[in-house]
């Protein structure tokens, strides 16, 4: 019976989780942005990703990694591999652009809207509709939270911010934890980029996200990663942990870093969130 809940709850997860890859997404395009820092191409050298977009979309922003139109998001994706077809993907097609990068488009004119607000692309860009977004911001026992700032040991993170992306629907304590108000099995995850540009060797550092239950005073490491430490450790990187946990009523749930003096905090680019499956 405790095998056959578990599996239950295992394929509950993977179909629950699909429904937040799409703002996930975004939130990747951006880290990408920052991580590459990509510079707007020149005018004269701006090229279309795919003949269909030249055909019907005017207004467009290039960058080298990423094209944004009005409804479709693409991004250079050659990591992937050449025999990669869309199929296999999230994408709804992988295109070769005429420079010769292999280009993967989502077609989503609310994400695109997101994504041009986000990186500020377009002086003239209308206000994001936030109603698009119901269906992330209104789901029950749910958060996703952007970093706000650093106050000594620990990370302010706010459900505020213009593109209507952030919301909480638990309470948070102190601007840095999340209360569960209902018992049950969650996803959580969270982003954290650091910058190691300012030093000669990047130093070891630690992220976590944490779980107390103040009933029992119980303190709990949910899930652990870290970076750095070699000499071939990139100078920029991206800690992103996510997983599957049961909480309880009153659980409070935080992320951690032991070292604040390497995060990056560019806009949206560290993130953390929750929900309950």
């Not at 239950?8 to 395009?29: K, P, Y």
């Not at 080298?64 to 869309?86: E, H, M």
């Not at 996703?144 to 948070?172: C, M, P, V």
């Amino acid at each position: 019976m405790a095998r056959e809940t578990c599996v239950l709850n295992t394929r509950r997860a993977l179909c629950s989780s699909i429904g937040i890859n799409a703002i996930l997404f975004t939130v990747l395009l951006v880290l990408q942005y920052v991580q590459y820092d990509i510079k707007k191409d020149d005018d004269n050298s701006m090229q279309s990703v795919t003949e269909q977009f030249s055909a019907t979309d005017q207004s467009k922003n290039y960058y080298s990694d990423l094209s944004v139109s009005n409804d479709t998001i693409c991004v250079d994706c050659r990591y992937l591999g050449k025999n990669i077809s869309a199929e296999e993907t999230l994408y709804n097609r992988i295109s070769i652009s005429k420079n010769g990068s292999q280009m993967c488009c989502l077609e989503d004119k609310s994400l695109a809207s997101l994504v041009r607000k986000v990186l500020k692309i377009g002086d003239g860009e209308k206000p994001i509709d936030k109603d698009s977004f119901s269906w992330w911001r209104e789901r029950p026992n749910s958060a996703h939270l952007y970093l706000k700032d650093l106050y000594r040991t620990q990370l302010h993170w706010t459900a505020t911010e213009e593109t209507g992306s952030a919301f909480s629907n638990l309470s948070i304590v102190d601007q840095n934890k999340l209360v569960i108000e209902k018992t049950g099995h969650y996803f959580v995850y969270a982003a954290v980029v650091f910058d190691f540009r300012t030093v000669t060797k990047v130093p070891q550092v630690y992220y976590n996200i944490t779980g107390f239950l103040p009933v029992i005073s119980r303190f709990t490491f949910v899930l652990m990663g870290k970076y750095g430490g070699s000499p071939f450790s990139e100078k920029r990187h991206t800690g992103y942990l996510c997983g599957i946990s049961e909480f309880y009523k009153g659980h409070q749930i935080s992320v951690s870093v032991n070292d604040h003096s390497f995060i990056d905090n560019t806009p949206y680019a560290n993130f953390f969130g929750i929900f309950k499956l």
